[in-house]
């Protein structure tokens, strides 16, 4: 029985040692196995074209309101929503009958005006004869010069009253101030409108203004930066809201001469060529500034991330061993961030799935290549 017992103990304690001895041999493999596969990028150093995107409000070169300067019935509409126009061409007729009936009445006062100065003329030429005949004093002679003068008066406010009444029975018929495209037409033939009701707007589309705000580091950056460096004013591009690239390219004309207060920001206006009248009053889209940069190191903005306020990536070293760094940017563009300082060309950062490690973690590399090395 003894025996028996003790060559029990010699199996099952075998049987644990040789457990516990592949269980050892099995432990670096699985470990080998469990290390996280992550892309890594190495940094560079290179000159590249920066290109800073802004939102642009988009406007005609002219967009003017037609507003009724009469009131009455819109007798005629001579033109259609969305039709182009030239200047001087007419646009809608306003019932005018009674603009007509009163330059009629001022033309009447004018000629009585003028026969009652001509009448005073005549008086004071026989009063005159009479007082050089002593017939009569000098002062009736003075009286009626004055009275010449008063009708001669009366004359020039006639005329007056004659030409307004002509300048509002002008009214009545509207024409383009210049050479466009017709909006809205809010009202129709029959309606009565009033003094200043807006009967449509024209838009000269023969190009277009964008109007986009710059930030004032963003300014005073460019207007520091070297005359090599400086972004093109000269041919800077369009992208539409629907995400295509507008094929003519702008102008930078002017800026604003003043910051605005609320955004901190200031207005640059460029000019695009828009020959197909493809752009609109009113749309928007994205001007793009582009820049030379030399000798920049860009990183994705993926391999980025922030432990108050400041920039950290992870560095892998030879033994695949990641550590954390903090970084100094200096602007960004597009999906990438530009570091000033942190980092050395060269280098190896982990540039996907930082949530996944912390500082020391080993990983499997995966090498790829950077967008703009391509």
């Known amino acids: 029985m003894t025996f028996q017992f003790s060559y029990l103990h010699v199996l099952i304690g075998g049987a644990i040692i040789l457990q516990c ?5 099995g432990h670096p493999d699985n470990n080998k196995q469990e290390l996280l596969k992550l892309p890594v990028v190495t ?78 003329r005549l ?3 026989r009063v005159k004869k009479l007082v050089e005949k002593n017939i009569i004093s000098a002062s009736e002679l003075s009286l009626a010069a004055a009275k010449v003068k008063s009708a001669e008066a009366r004359v020039q406010e006639a005329k007056g009253h004659a030409e307004n009444a002509r300048i509002r029975l002008s009214y009545a018929f509207i024409r383009s101030p210049f050479t466009g495209v017709i909006d809205r037409l809010p009202f129709k033939v029959g309606s009565l409108v009033d003094e200043g009701s807006l009967l449509t707007t024209i838009s000269n589309l023969d190009a277009i203004y964008a109007y986009f705000n710059v930030s004032e580091n963003e300014y005073l950056h460019f207007m520091k930066s070297k005359e090599e460096n400086k972004p093109s004013l000269n041919d800077i591009g369009l992208t539409l809201a629907d995400g ?46 582009t820049r030379n940069v030399a000798d920049v190191m860009m990183v994705p ?16 070293d030879s033994q695949h061993t990641v550590k954390m760094r903090d970084i100094r940017a200096n602007g960004r563009m597009d999906q990438y961030l530009l570091v ?15 949530q996944q490690i912390r500082d020391g973690s080993v990983i499997q590399p995966r090498y790829i290549n950077q967008a703009f090395n391509d």
């Open 244 to 289: 295509s690239r507008y094929p003519q390219t702008g102008v930078v004309e002017t800026m604003e001469s003043i910051f605005d207060e609320k955004t901190g920001s200031i207005a640059f206006r460029a000019k695009f060529p828009n020959p197909d009248r493809i752009l609109k009053h009113g749309a928007t889209g994205k001007v793009s500034l």
């Open 340 to 354: 000033a300082d942190g980092l050395q060309p060269g280098e190896t950062i982990v540039s996907e799935g930082i």
């Open 123 to 125: 008086e004071e030429t």
């Open 21 to 25: 001895a592949c269980s050892a041999k």
């Open 43 to 120: 940094v560079q150093q290179l000159d590249t074209l920066m290109v800073k995107s802004y939102v642009a409000d988009l406007q005609a070169l002219q967009n003017v309101e037609i507003r009724a300067k009469i009131q009455g019935f819109l007798e005629e509409i001579m033109i259609d929503e969305g039709q182009a126009v030239t200047k001087g061409q007419p646009l809608f007729r306003i019932n005018d009958a009674e603009l007509r009936n009163q330059v009629s009445q001022a033309n009447a006062l004018v000629q009585n005006a003028e026969a009652e100065a001509e009448t005073a």
């Open 301 to 316: 903005q993926k391999a980025v991330f922030e432990i108050q306020d400041k920039n950290y990536v992870f560095v892998m």
